[in-house]
């Protein structure tokens, strides 16, 4: 946290031999704090003028917005307070690496008694800068090396290269990121993309050549995301073992999207919560913008964290979605559901639940899975207060289900497919929050319901990544 320098407004009352006043001479009587604090809160002042020192290639006007609040403070309390949340919105921008606050008596001819300056000294990024680091995603790790030129143009704009290895992954791709001025919130980005990888469960391999425009903004407590994405697929055989519908789907195909995202999140965490609730609900339309891909496709997730006695936490989730295709064409296996895996069902293998073909998992077209999760600290609280307030021991509930539908059937019949063949488990394990990025988890699960060619680990299941069940 950045410092807030503030002066006194009123001179300091001076006394001593020099003034001609003796020690003997003075009634000390104890001083009064009430008083103070009163002055300190309630006395009256004004902000004259805002200063902010240390700008280069950064335009004044985008930082005016951020600032603006502080002019309205009314005494010193409120100034201070203001002061820091526009440090924070400064900083907010991504084009500072330093921002201090410094808070004094207004100077000049047109300086009021009770009038105030306060000064923003800032660093600004450099014009390029560097990065190294690794990524967790669900159950795979990558490197990322990533190349960026924060503030391009002055007004917080930013341009990012970033090329990423991954044991299941690979892509590399250049993005345009332009904020509102005075509302960091609405945003407005271009990505230009290839995206290369294997998906051994279903002997897949898919080269996507892409690109995508973003526009995000707030409503009252939601976050919305509108996309249009066009992108060149190529799909191939992983093995020379894969099957006959896995071949069907091979070559190229075009997509053109259109999708919507909503969120809601008043979680503490969006690792390990210990309270709050998320909702997110997707919709994506494709083939009216052009391309041979034509579906409408909806997913949604829900969690409810509540914090229980002796500091566990009680978790509920619920995921589900339905793929509906446009027209004659079947979906492509790269655009249907997959369940399974330490991240969603646990106790059985990444994506092995629902239709599959000579071993090679096809994906459905309409999914639910719910999960009930118990979180306490370790036994016996090894530890405390540092490194093992990481660890935490899980006991679970999952459950769900994969399949294609037969839209024709209606809503009934559906729900009744949907609820047939339920895959479920249960088990417990521990659990290793990674700070805000990821999360690993090593549990004995035991699972149930098995059906005909799903692919079980029954006994301790790995998983890492940042969305889990």
């Given at each position: 946290?950045?410092?807030?320098?503030?002066?006194?407004l009123?001179?300091?009352?001076m006394?001593?031999?020099?003034?001609?006043?003796?020690?003997?001479?003075l009634?000390?009587v104890?001083?009064?704090?009430?008083?103070?604090q009163?002055?300190?809160?309630?006395?009256?002042?004004?902000?004259?003028?805002?200063?902010?020192?240390?700008?280069?290639?950064?335009k004044?006007d985008?930082?005016?917005?951020?600032?603006?609040?502080?002019?309205?403070?009314k005494n010193?309390?409120?100034?201070?307070?203001?002061?820091?949340?526009?440090r924070?919105?400064?900083?907010r921008?991504?084009?500072f690496?330093?921002?201090?606050?410094?808070i004094?008596?207004?100077?000049?001819?047109?300086?009021?008694?009770?009038?105030l300056?306060?000064t923003?000294?800032?660093?600004?990024?450099?014009?390029?800068t560097?990065?190294?680091?690794?990524?967790?995603?669900?159950?795979?790790?990558?490197?990322?090396?990533?190349?960026?030129?924060?503030?391009?143009?002055?007004?917080?704009?930013?341009?990012?290269?970033?090329?990423?290895y991954?044991?299941?992954?690979?892509?590399?791709?250049?993005?345009?990121?332009?904020?509102?001025?005075?509302?960091?919130?609405?945003?407005?980005s271009?990505?230009?993309?290839?995206?290369?990888?294997?998906?051994?469960w279903?002997s897949l391999?898919?080269?996507?050549?892409g690109i995508?425009?973003?526009?995000?903004?707030?409503?009252?407590?939601?976050?919305?995301?509108?996309?249009?994405?066009?992108v060149?697929?190529?799909?191939?055989?992983?093995?020379?073992?894969?099957s006959?519908?896995?071949?069907?789907?091979?070559?190229?195909?075009?997509k053109?999207?259109?999708?919507?995202?909503m969120?809601?999140?008043?979680?503490?965490?969006p690792?390990?919560?210990?309270?709050?609730?998320?909702?997110?609900?997707?919709?994506?339309?494709?083939?009216?913008?052009?391309?041979?891909?034509?579906?409408?496709?909806?997913?949604?997730?829900?969690q409810?964290?509540?914090?229980?006695?002796?500091?566990?936490?009680?978790?509920?989730?619920?995921?589900?979605?339905?793929?509906?295709?446009?027209g004659?064409?079947?979906?492509?296996?790269?655009?249907?559901?997959?369940?399974?895996?330490?991240?969603?069902?646990?106790?059985?293998s990444?994506?092995?639940?629902?239709?599959?073909?000579?071993?090679?998992?096809?994906?459905?077209?309409?999914?639910?899975?719910?999960?009930?999760h118990?979180?306490?600290p370790?036994?016996?609280?090894?530890g405390?207060?540092g490194?093992g307030?990481?660890?935490?021991?899980?006991?679970?509930?999952?459950?769900?289900?994969l399949c294609?539908?037969?839209?024709?059937?209606?809503?009934?019949?559906?729900?009744?497919?949907?609820?047939?063949?339920?895959?479920?488990?249960?088990?417990?394990?521990?659990?290793?929050?990674?700070?805000?990025?990821?999360?690993?988890?090593?549990n004995?699960?035991?699972?149930?319901?098995?059906?005909?060619?799903?692919r079980?680990?029954?006994g301790?299941?790995?998983?890492?990544?940042?969305?889990?069940?």
């Amino acid at each position: 946290m950045g410092t807030v320098h503030a002066r006194s407004l009123d001179p300091l009352p001076m006394q001593g031999p020099e003034l001609g006043v003796q020690a003997d001479d003075l009634d000390l009587v104890e001083p009064e704090h009430e008083p103070q604090q009163e002055v300190l809160e309630n006395k009256d002042v004004v902000v004259q003028h805002v200063h902010i020192d240390g700008l280069g290639r950064t335009k004044e006007d985008i930082l005016t917005y951020e600032i603006a609040d502080v002019f309205r403070a009314k005494n010193l309390i409120d100034v201070m307070k203001k002061s820091h949340d526009a440090r924070q919105r400064l900083l907010r921008l991504g084009i500072f690496r330093q921002v201090e606050v410094v808070i004094d008596t207004a100077e000049g001819a047109d300086a009021l008694p009770n009038g105030l300056d306060v000064t923003f000294e800032v660093k600004e990024l450099r014009r390029m800068t560097g990065s190294y680091n690794t990524m967790v995603g669900n159950n795979e790790g990558s490197m990322v090396l990533g190349l960026k030129l924060p503030n391009i143009f002055g007004r917080a704009e930013k341009l990012t290269f970033q090329f990423s290895y991954g044991t299941k992954e690979t892509s590399y791709g250049l993005s345009f990121f332009k904020p509102q001025p005075g509302h960091f919130e609405r945003n407005f980005s271009v990505n230009i993309y290839k995206v290369t990888g294997q998906f051994p469960w279903s002997s897949l391999r898919e080269t996507d050549r892409g690109i995508s425009t973003e526009f995000s903004f707030p409503i009252w407590r939601t976050n919305h995301t509108l996309k249009w994405e066009g992108v060149w697929r190529e799909l191939g055989c992983l093995a020379r073992t894969a099957s006959f519908a896995v071949r069907e789907e091979s070559g190229h195909s075009l997509k053109s999207s259109l999708s919507h995202a909503m969120v809601i999140d008043t979680r503490n965490s969006p690792i390990l919560p210990k309270k709050g609730a998320l909702l997110k609900i997707n919709q994506e339309l494709a083939g009216y913008t052009g391309g041979d891909a034509s579906f409408l496709k909806e997913d949604f997730e829900i969690q409810l964290n509540k914090r229980l006695f002796w500091d566990s936490v009680l978790s509920a989730s619920l995921w589900g979605g339905m793929l509906l295709a446009i027209g004659d064409k079947p979906t492509s296996i790269c655009d249907r559901f997959y369940l399974g895996g330490p991240t969603s069902v646990r106790g059985f293998s990444m994506y092995s639940i629902g239709p599959q073909s000579e071993g090679d998992y096809l994906g459905g077209e309409a999914y639910w899975a719910g999960g009930l999760h118990l979180y306490t600290p370790l036994p016996f609280r090894p530890g405390r207060g540092g490194f093992g307030d990481l660890f935490r021991t899980h006991f679970f509930l999952n459950a769900g289900n994969l399949c294609n539908l037969n839209y024709g059937e209606g809503p009934r019949a559906h729900l009744s497919k949907l609820a047939e063949c339920i895959r479920w488990s249960y088990g417990a394990g521990i659990v290793l929050r990674l700070g805000n990025i990821a999360r690993l988890e090593l549990n004995y699960c035991i699972p149930m319901g098995v059906q005909s060619g799903d692919r079980i680990c029954d006994g301790v299941q790995f998983g890492a990544g940042i969305r889990f069940l």
